[in-house]
């Protein structure tokens, strides 16, 4: 994840804030997230994990799920993200988030927030969560679209009302592709209307429905564009002293983006903010973020789950995490990786870490190919066009 506000935060007062590496966090493991259930009551044309309204066979069980978060916290793991599907059709949810509560985990909530209701949001509430991330594609018209539901909108915007009214820290979630661009500008006006706390835009990865609709992908020019109206809101921010937090993933050529933005605007503090990206040090799959799914397979990250690293029934979670037997694990956690293509010549190969992998493996095949991804020139990165 690429944490904007806090890198605009040190560009106009270097002090007052500190960005750090992606994890591990403190705890000294990657932060998980969790797909506890399939299930969901929508059926998105972007969704990675090919969910549906019915039942999937083989879920882990509660005395299960609770099993894993023993092995998660031996492991070193601190951070979890409950995700799906969507997580409120599990039953026991808020058992196994009490229980992950008690073990001092910091615990996200992902939904597409349209069953938080009045009822669920004490619960939700009650459960302690840090926090809860809700997807929107858009305004209503886009977005009732993309969820293939009439009404999603208007449902998700509640439940994320509820959730700020209950005091809980609430974000917004945009995955940005051709058709939802447009609607970027409107929904950074929603976000200071409904004071909510965080924005987090998501670039197409190539994963579920994700990789059968990759012809959404937003177009390199509008995804410059959608980023430079993201650093200017983030700058507005930092120079008011709000505390609402902007934050971008699943394409880390953001980082190399925000320092040509800046070369330009803070040339004074280039340097010092490339110290700090590269600290950041870009894309994480394989090494401080981890997946793991229904079925307990444990993938390098949430569009990895292609590809299985083991299963937690047969295995601790740390025993196939260190594992670098795994060709695709051992690369992930190489450094540099071993990136072919104009991503092993860039100059930002530092900062990025290659970028994701994913889209490179399921365009060509190979995993260590260029990033199709990539929205820099070849002069801005320093190769040769091709």
């Known amino acids: ?3 904007l506000s ?11 804030a500190q960005p750090t590496k992606n994890p591990p966090p403190p705890g000294g493991g990657p932060v998980v997230i969790w797909n506890l259930v399939r299930r969901c009551n929508l059926s998105c044309l972007h969704c990675y994990s090919f969910s549906a309204d019915h039942d999937f066979p083989g879920e882990l069980s509660t005395a299960e799920a609770f099993r894993v978060l023993d092995d998660l916290k031996a492991a070193g793991v601190s951070v979890l993200i409950l995700s799906g599907g969507e997580p409120l059709m599990r039953p026991d949810l808020f058992d196994i988030t009490r229980r992950a509560k008690a073990l001092g985990f910091y615990v996200g909530l992902s939904s597409n927030g349209t069953l938080i209701d009045r009822t669920r949001v004490a619960a939700i509430a009650a459960a302690g969560y840090d926090y809860v991330g809700v997807s929107l594609d858009g305004l209503a018209p886009t977005h009732d679209r993309f969820r293939r539901r009439a009404g999603a909108f208007d449902e998700a915007l509640q439940g994320i009302r509820l959730c700020r ?5 609430v974000g917004l979630r945009l995955t940005l592709t051709e058709q939802t661009a447009a609607d970027l500008p409107a929904l950074l006006a929603l ?8 924005f987090y835009l998501s670039h197409l990865n190539y994963a579920g429905r994700g990789n059968a609709h990759r012809r959404m992908d937003a177009m390199k020019e509008t995804t410059r564009v959608a980023m430079g109206r993201l650093f200017e809101t983030a700058l ?3 120079r008011a002293g709000r505390p609402r937090e902007i934050v971008t993933g699943n394409n880390d050529a953001d980082g190399a983006f925000l320092l040509m933005w800046a070369a330009e605007r803070f040339p004074d503090r280039r340097a010092a903010l490339e110290r700090r990206l590269v600290r950041w040090g870009g894309n994480a799959s394989g090494v401080g973020i981890a997946n793991i799914d229904t079925q307990g397979d444990v993938h390098p990250d949430t569009m990895w789950g292609h590809h299985t690293l083991g299963n937690i029934r047969a295995r601790r979670f740390a025993d196939i995490w260190n594992d670098r037997s795994d060709p695709i694990l051992a690369g992930l956690k190489q450094r540099p990786r071993p990136v072919g293509g104009r991503c092993a010549g860039c100059r930002f190969l530092a900062i990025c870490n290659g970028n994701t992998r994913v889209r490179a493996e399921k365009l060509t095949g190979d995993p ?19």
């Open 191 to 198: 976000m200071a209307e409904e004071r909510i706390d965080k």
């Open 1 to 3: 994840m690429f944490r």
């Open 368 to 386: 260590w190919a260029e990033d199709p991804g990539c929205y820099l020139t070849a002069a801005e990165i320093g190769t040769p066009a091709g």
């Open 165 to 169: 009214d209950a005091g809980l820290r």
């Open 236 to 238: 507005a921010d930092a």
């Open 6 to 16: 806090q890198f605009m935060r040190m560009l106009t007062a270097p002090a007052s």
